[in-house]
């Protein structure tokens, strides 16, 4: 597999599994069809959008080939024909969701990596990558986006990712079998941070009934 075959691969993976968190977070606000397409196509591109913008490609790979438009629409409507039928929809969006910030933090760095990045700034970008989609969601949906919300270990866990693929992609091991390790990588630490209740330090918060922490 050649790595534009590998990062067309994880791109439209991405595409696909954030599409279906922003359709099924749309199913639970009760939005009608149409807010449901748009959500599940803005959250799903908008992690691309911002990394091929920041390293130059013109016009954005979603602009470009017409797949990046045809894969959420289709998991759009999949989750409005099955929405009925899902079960626990909140732990739906979370795992839909963290497997698209796995495969998108990898395919940014990649990217960035193979563009000619440092390797700081193809991690930046691949966390900038994983973490856009999710912004752009929870902000249509009135929502703290999770990378700024109460400790939520989100971008940590994007950013070990994007250090594993760094770490194979100079010592030219890079591949599909690291790509999915990578991903996986940040899929279990995002869900076992939810598991195990992990949190980064967040300042002091106000007594109840009390004043505030000096």
């Known amino acids: 597999m050649t790595a534009a075959t590998l ?13 279906l968190a ?4 749309a199913v639970r606000r ?5 807010g449901l397409v748009v959500v599940a196509t803005v959250s799903s591109v908008g992690g691309g959008l911002v990394r091929d913008t920041l390293i130059g490609v013109q016009p954005p790979s979603a602009l470009q080939d017409w797949r990046y438009l045809a894969v959420p629409l289709a ?5 409005w024909a099955l929405h009925q ?5 909140r732990r739906s969006v979370v795992v839909a969701d963290a497997f698209g910030l796995g495969l998108f933090a990898v395919s940014g760095t990649a990217t960035a990596l193979a563009a000619g990045l440092s390797a700081p700034s193809s991690c ?21 986006p999770l990378v700024l919300s109460d400790g939520q270990f989100y971008a940590v866990a994007a950013l070990v990712g994007c250090l594993l693929v760094t770490v194979t992609y100079r010592l030219e091991v890079f591949g599909p079998v690291t790509a999915v390790a990578a991903t ?12 195990l209740r992990w949190r980064l330090p967040v300042p002091g918060r106000a007594r109840t009934g009390g004043a505030p922490d000096a």
């Not at 990062?7 to 599409?19: H, M, P, R």
């Not at 970008?125 to 703290?144: A, E, K, M, S």
């Open 75 to 79: 998991a759009a409507a999949l989750v």
């Open 124 to 144: 930046l970008l691949g966390v900038l990558t994983g973490v856009g989609g999710g912004v752009i969601r929870d902000v249509l949906l009135v929502q703290v």
């Open 184 to 195: 996986l990588l940040v899929v279990v630490l995002r869900l076992g941070a939810l598991r």
């Open 7 to 19: 990062a067309l691969a994880l791109d439209l993976s991405g595409v696909f599994v954030f599409a």
């Open 22 to 25: 922003g359709a099924l977070a």
């Open 30 to 34: 009760h939005l009608d069809v149409l």
């Open 85 to 89: 039928r899902l079960q626990r929809l």
